[in-house]
Structures are given as C-alpha cells and as structure tokens.
Nanobody, 118 residues
Framework: VQLQASGGGLVQAGESLRLSCAAS????????MGWFRQAPGKEREFVAR????????AYADSVKGRFTISRDNNRNMVYLQMNSLKPEDTAVYYC????????????WGQGTLVTVSS
C-alpha cells in the first residue's frame, strides 16, 4: 500500500484543518490506519487510530476531544479532522497502515506539515 497525505498548512490557534490520506492498492480494508506526528526536534508520536471497519477509534490524550479520525473504504481514504488547533500541534503529520493482527505500522506516507501560529 502506498500512502499520500495532504491538507496541511498554516493556521492560527483555534482554527481547524482536515488532513487526508489516500491509499493505493486493493486491500485497504486489510489495514487499520493511524496518524502520527513529529514536531521539530522531537520523536514521532501517535495521534489517532481507526480500525479497518471504522467501528473503533483511539486518540492520544493530547488531541482527544479536538481531533477526529475517519475513513472511507469506498474511496481508500482516511481523514484527520483537527479542531481547536494549538501551537503545540505544529508538526509533520504522517498516515500509516497497520495490517490486521499485527502490532507494527508498516507503510508510511510522506507527511504533511501543519503549522499553528499563536
């Protein structure tokens, strides 16, 4: 599976952005999907995850209640709706696949930069 993330940009604190991740290939429903982010000088961290069917989601505490992950299996797309953005959300955001039954994320998109100004 190849992934292409998009939708990043420069916004002010309190504003919203929606990130998109397009997946190529025929087996999109073989994967749970995750979003991660990496801020300058920091390690990559988990942001959100959605199961293959979309029936279950999980979030990092830092984004819970502000971010929403969703997917459209008909279009091989996964989204991250980000509301009430804060300067500390500034990072490169990556989408990734997690094959059902495995723990690791094995395919990564190229990342999209989100910058939140105060």
């Amino acid at each position: 599976v190849q992934l292409q993330a998009s939708g990043g940009g420069l916004v002010q604190a309190g504003e919203s952005l929606r990130l998109s991740c397009a997946a190529s290939g025929r087996s999109f429903t073989s994967y749970h999907m995750g979003w991660f982010r990496q801020a300058p000088g920091k390690e990559r961290e988990f942001v959100a995850r959605i199961t293959w069917s979309g029936s279950s989601t999980a979030y990092a505490d830092s984004v819970k209640g502000r971010f929403t992950i969703s997917r459209d299996n008909n279009r091989n797309m996964v989204y991250l709706q980000m509301n009430s953005l804060k300067p500390e959300d500034t990072a490169v955001y990556y989408c990734a696949t997690q094959r059902i039954g495995l723990a690791n994320y094995d395919s990564w998109g190229q990342g999209t930069l989100v910058t939140v100004s105060s």
